[in-house]
């Protein structure tokens, strides 16, 4: 006999039980009632009395009917068959929902994530309805973390894949050909640094995402870490022509780890460095609108297609218009980091052209 089986045996004979109990309780009280309201038997005759009474008419007390000594079996008998048939309902109405969960949790360890039972826990608001909406949602969010990880094992393949090509093939160039030692030498160490630059990502990534990097602990001025993000951005910004132009309030505190922080808003402007069009400028706007502080970073680059504004803050993607030679983890790590701070990271497409990345922050005061 299964768990279910046996939880739903427990349910009807508790029930049941329950039910027989108050019907036979209610059957000995209503028999004891009725003994105690019946009239006493009739004094004995003698012979002038039954004289009299022959005279009188006729006699005073009429002879009662023998009552039984149990209680009505009668009403017992249908009492406790509905009881029965209700208890049986009833266990059923809590068992097969509980079944039914345990049925979707041994698909799901099974390796059947899509399984969903929303629909076979009934309907109406009550807990077991809600029970299987929950489990709806741990089962679609599981899924999505599964799939997530399987796209970052296949992206990481794809990305290490062609720097460890070039280093074999340089590798067997360095032995064919060692008068080229010196330029062999320098991509291997171009791409060995690629390789060290992605783990590097990777790392911070997967500590970001397991929460175990320190977040909120210490009182953090934003405008400080937004001004030196905008110092280092702009040394990449001259080689491609282009200009930063920053609006940022004096003083914005937060709580949180300055090192995360720095690394986020790096991360959103060396993004608006990379796409945004040669010749053209970048504007970072950095506020405190009430208990919020908020970043912006507008580009001048190719933009996002609408149906890609929330992907570009997954690993590895990179869209068709915005193509380069990262590998489209930092937007995703920028996200973490934003969420650890309680904050929130969207992107939204410029009516003229180009990209604004929003970073919102509670303050600190």
Request: proline share 6%; hydrophobic share 45%; charged share 20%.
């Amino acid at each position: 006999m299964t768990k279910t089986g046996r939880l739903f045996w427990k349910f009807f004979a508790i029930l049941w039980l329950a039910q027989f109990a108050t019907v036979f309780g209610v059957g000995v009280l209503v028999w004891t009632h009725g003994h105690e309201n019946e009239p006493p038997p009739p004094p004995p005759s003698d012979g002038l009395h039954g004289a009299f009474n022959g005279l009188a008419g006729p006699p005073l007390h009429m002879p009662q009917p023998p009552r039984s000594p149990f209680p009505p079996l009668m009403p017992l008998a249908v009492g406790s068959g509905v009881s029965l048939l209700f208890a049986w309902w009833l266990a059923g109405y809590f068992a097969r929902p509980i079944r039914t969960l345990h049925e979707a949790f041994e698909a799901e360890a099974c390796g059947k994530l899509d399984t969903r039972i929303g629909l076979l826990m009934g309907y109406g608001q009550n807990e077991l309805v809600a029970l299987g909406q929950d489990f709806d949602r741990m089962a679609e969010r599981l899924q999505q973390l599964v799939e997530s990880q399987r796209r970052l094992l296949h992206d990481v393949s794809h990305e290490l894949r062609s720097p460890l090509a070039r280093l074999q093939a340089a590798a067997d160039l360095l032995q064919q050909q060692p008068e080229r030692a010196q330029e062999l030498i320098e991509r291997i160490r171009r791409d060995t640094g690629r390789i060290d630059s992605l783990i590097g990502e990777l790392l911070t990534l997967a500590r970001l995402e397991t929460c175990t990097t320190e977040g909120s602990n210490e009182v953090v001025d934003l405008c400080e870490i937004v001004l030196n993000a905008i110092d280092d951005a702009e040394f990449e910004a001259v080689a491609k022509a282009c200009s930063i132009a920053s609006d940022v309030d004096a003083r914005m505190l937060v709580f949180g780890n300055s090192e995360l922080l720095q690394r986020a808003v790096d991360n959103v402007l060396r993004n608006a460095v990379q796409y945004t069009a040669p010749n053209s400028g970048i504007d970072v706007a950095a506020h405190k609108l009430g208990d919020t502080l908020m970043i912006a970073v507008a580009d001048r680059g190719p933009g996002v297609a609408e149906m890609d504004l929330e992907a570009i803050f997954d690993p590895f993607f990179r869209g068709a218009a915005r193509t380069s030679s990262g590998y489209g983890l930092g937007l995703a790590i920028a996200r973490r980091v934003v969420l650890m701070h309680h904050g929130r990271i969207a992107a939204a497409s410029r009516p003229e052209g180009g990209l604004l990345v929003s970073i919102e922050l509670p303050s600190a005061g």
